[in-house]
């Protein structure tokens, strides 16, 4: 598998982001990125069918009962 380089990084983020980022946070983000790319090929194994997009509607009603019944 290919690695994500620092200057990779540092490319996207000022290309597409227009965010200008230090060396060593592009080194970081690419060594993150690399150790999820890797985990990303086990995906396919896990139960994922009953769990719905993380900013769905019903989600962020579901977190919006949970933030008012702890003010109560």
């Known amino acids: ?37 890797t985990l990303v090929r086990h995906l396919g194994a896990l139960p994922l069918s009953g769990i719905g997009p993380a900013f769905s509607y019903a989600n962020l009603n579901a977190e919006a009962a949970h933030l008012n019944a702890r003010k109560a």
């Open 1 to 37: 598998m290919a690695q994500l380089t620092g200057e990779t990084v540092k490319k996207i983020a000022r290309e597409v982001f227009d965010y200008k980022i230090t060396d060593h946070d592009a080194h970081s983000v690419a060594n993150t990125d690399g150790a999820m790319l």
